[in-house]
């Protein structure tokens, strides 16, 4: 089997309020959107954020109150991106959980979730690199 994520779907609470933290807060652009859903087209897989109950339903899942233990990640290209990335992300609307700092492993990160609580790392680390194309690729 390839070793490949396609796409990432959220369950979100307000599809305006989620669609204004994604747009404003990172500045990325729908590439699709109705009334349910919004895609946003990402480096090679989607991300989707999708009304609930309506993923849910889809699903067929119970709806749960707050999202499961996990945390997407958004690296950048340098250290001195990683603290206006999370200002900028909480004046969209997200809360931050943890100032950036300086892990034991090295980099420089900091946490936050988006309105609907999905977790967000926002990281520079050293040892990846972010090629022209914003593709992550694990090395030194």
Same mark, same amino acid.
């Given at each position: 089997?390839?070793?490949?994520?396609?796409?990432? &779907?959220?369950?979100?609470?307000?599809? $305006?309020?989620?669609?204004?933290?994604?747009? #404003?807060? @990172?500045?990325?652009?729908?590439?699709? !959107?109705?009334?349910?859903?919004? @895609?946003?087209?990402?480096?090679? @897989?989607?991300?989707? &954020?999708?009304?609930?109950? #309506?993923?849910?339903?889809?699903?067929?899942?119970?709806? !749960? %109150?707050?999202?499961?233990?996990?945390?997407?990640? #958004?690296?950048?290209?340098?250290? $001195?991106?990683?603290? %206006? &990335?999370?200002?900028?992300?909480?004046?969209?609307?997200? &809360?931050?959980?943890?100032?950036?700092?300086?892990?034991?492993?090295?980099? @420089?990160?900091?946490?936050?979730?988006?309105?609907?609580? #999905?977790?967000? !790392?926002?990281?520079?680390?050293?040892?990846?690199?972010?090629?022209?194309?914003?593709?992550?690729?694990?090395?030194?």
């Amino acid at each position: 089997m390839q070793q490949q994520i396609s796409v990432i &779907t959220l369950g979100v609470s307000s599809l $305006s309020r989620s669609r204004a933290f994604y747009v #404003h807060g @990172f500045g990325w652009s729908p590439v699709f !959107e109705n009334g349910e859903i919004v @895609f946003y087209q990402m480096n090679g @897989f989607m991300l989707g &954020t999708w009304q609930n109950p #309506h993923l849910d339903k889809d699903m067929q899942r119970a709806s !749960e %109150p707050t999202p499961s233990a996990f945390c997407l990640a #958004h690296n950048v290209p340098d250290r $001195s991106d990683v603290e %206006p &990335t999370i200002a900028r992300l909480i004046a969209a609307g997200g &809360t931050l959980l943890r100032a950036a700092d300086d892990p034991p492993h090295g980099g @420089f990160r900091g946490y936050l979730s988006d309105p609907d609580g #999905h977790a967000w !790392e926002i990281a520079w680390n050293p040892a990846w690199r972010i090629d022209e194309r914003g593709l992550v690729t694990f090395g030194i």
